[in-house]
């Protein structure tokens, strides 16, 4: 658990994208943590429904407070309307964590349409249509003064490459891409955008990993461990605070040395 406290982050409200597992839940529960209005996204669903209410109790456990918002940020029109609609209930929204994403690990010579489409429409689509839908908020909020950040979820994947993730590292190459793109454009407007790209995290995805696949990840890394999604959740807190305020464009790898 982090121990740095970001005072300016108390009471304000963020959107964080694929936010009730793994590294998006950290990342929800560490902004808990800070005193923040966590508005945590996921597909529409039954299940999700119910792992909503068990995470608004964990955020106000940790001291903080927390809508669920439920929509596919991969459906252009389903995420207007779902920002749309938060808006319009008054939310001030000063931060946007994009985090939701999928893999689909195949060798190029048995790639599917599907798994392109699916790939590629959650992750970059995805952060694209979430951060097109509040842009226009965005600069509303900092032409009055607010401290807006957001904050991109990308992977060494789109930095290094890795065999059978081609279409896996294309999206989140393409995050990268977008975020300093995004970051010129609005730069002027004081809306900053900054982009993680996360090496091996222990998450519930790798803990169905055999041992000896974790070891052979963490041979090639030089500190010789796997990264927490704690790791993540506090560089996500601190991007996202007025601590940050001289940092935009930026691609912050946390991997442990792995791509150097």
Known sequence: MSSAIYNDLQGKSILVTGGMRGIGREIVLSLARQGAHVIFNATKSEKNQEKAGELLRKIEECGGKGTPLLFDVSNFSETQEAIASLLKEGHSIVGLVNNAGVTRDQLILKVKEDDIDKVIDTNLKGTINVTTALARHFLKVSGEGGNVSVVNISSVVGLMGN??????????????????????????????????????????????????????????????????????????????????????????KIDGGLYI
């Open 163 to 252: 065999p059978a993730q081609t279409i896996y590292a294309a999206s989140k190459a393409g995050i990268i891409g977008f975020t300093k793109a995004f970051a010129k454009e609005l730069a002027s407007k004081k809306v900053r955008c900054n982009v993680i790209c996360p090496g091996f995290i222990e998450t519930d995805m790798t803990s169905a990993l055999s041992e000896k696949v974790k070891e052979s990840y963490i041979e090639n890394i030089p500190l010789k461990r796997a990264g927490q999604s704690q790791d993540v959740a506090s560089l996500v807190c601190f991007l996202l605070s007025h601590d940050s305020s001289y940092i935009t464009g930026e691609t912050i």
